[in-house]
């Protein structure tokens, strides 16, 4: 039992950490912050951050990992489901900007500072993969809901890329905008440019 409880506390500590590094790195940006800065908002010593995290590269590396493999997770959630390919593209879609918004913070750490202060690291690999992952599962709906006549025949490859895009820029202006209604005009928007003629009327099944 004590050592259940000594993890449980491990755990909500290193937590704590990563969100004050994600408030700081926010607020002040990661070259501004210190592990001072952090240490003061979870109130312990810059040497107890330092047993967490050795370096300030270790804060970004994780909050950047967590972001992708959150999303990834449970993108590979969706793709499971026994739906077609258009609607499992939907609720990806759907998952994606419901993420942007609810987690604003660690998102913008992701896509300001990646490339800015870890485009050397060598655990940059590791979140390469994942984003591969992350971006080809999107061409592969495309490809599946071609091959079945859901939707038209285009670039699957270019037409992800510019899924993505749109997706990812969201996290720029979310924030001030109703969530509930950024969904609706993006999947209407995808919907009305790869849906077949055939499929646009067709019925979609509720979440």
Same mark, same amino acid.
């Given at each position: 039992?004590?050592?259940?409880?000594?993890?449980?506390?491990?755990?909500?500590?290193?937590?704590?950490?990563?969100?004050?590094?994600?408030?700081?790195?926010?607020?002040?940006?990661?070259?501004?912050?210190?592990?001072?800065?952090?240490?003061?908002?979870?109130?312990?010593?810059?040497?107890?951050?330092?047993?967490?995290?050795?370096?300030?590269?270790?804060?970004?590396?994780?909050?950047?990992?967590?972001?992708?493999?959150?999303?990834?997770?449970?993108?590979?959630?969706?793709?499971?489901?026994?739906?077609?390919?258009?609607?499992?593209?939907?609720?990806?879609?759907?998952?994606?900007?419901?993420?942007?918004?609810?987690?604003?913070?660690?998102?913008?750490?992701? !896509? #300001?500072? &990646?490339?800015?202060? /870890?485009?050397?690291?060598?655990?940059?690999?590791? $979140? *390469?993969? %994942?984003? +591969?992952?992350?971006?080809?599962?999107?061409?592969?709906?495309?490809?599946?809901?071609?091959?079945?006549?859901? !939707? #038209?025949? &285009?670039?699957?490859? /270019?037409?992800?890329?510019?899924?993505?895009?749109? $997706? *990812?820029? %969201?996290? +720029?202006?979310?924030?001030?905008?109703?969530?509930?209604?950024?969904?609706?005009?993006?999947?209407?928007?995808?919907?009305?440019? &790869?849906?077949?003629?055939?499929?646009?009327?067709?019925?979609?099944?509720?979440?």
């Amino acid at each position: 039992m004590a050592g259940r409880r000594d993890e449980a506390k491990y755990a909500a500590r290193r937590n704590a950490i990563l969100d004050a590094a994600t408030l700081t790195f926010r607020t002040k940006g990661y070259q501004n912050a210190t592990l001072d800065d952090i240490a003061e908002v979870v109130g312990i010593t810059k040497a107890s951050v330092y047993y967490y995290f050795p370096k300030k590269s270790d804060l970004l590396i994780e909050i950047c990992r967590r972001a992708i493999e959150l999303s990834l997770n449970r993108q590979e959630r969706i793709i499971a489901l026994d739906l077609d390919a258009a609607e499992r593209l939907r609720q990806t879609v759907t998952d994606h900007i419901q993420g942007m918004a609810a987690n604003a913070s660690i998102w913008s750490i992701f !896509f #300001r500072e &990646l490339e800015l202060e /870890l485009a050397d690291d060598p655990r940059r690999a590791e $979140l *390469n993969t %994942s984003l +591969r992952a992350f971006g080809k599962h999107f061409r592969e709906l495309l490809d599946e809901g071609v091959s079945q006549g859901l !939707f #038209r025949p &285009l670039d699957t490859r /270019l037409t992800s890329y510019a899924i993505l895009g749109m $997706l *990812n820029w %969201s996290n +720029r202006w979310i924030q001030s905008e109703d969530t509930a209604a950024v969904v609706d005009s993006v999947v209407a928007f995808i919907d009305h440019g &790869l849906l077949a003629e055939h499929a646009d009327n067709a019925p979609r099944k509720k979440k």
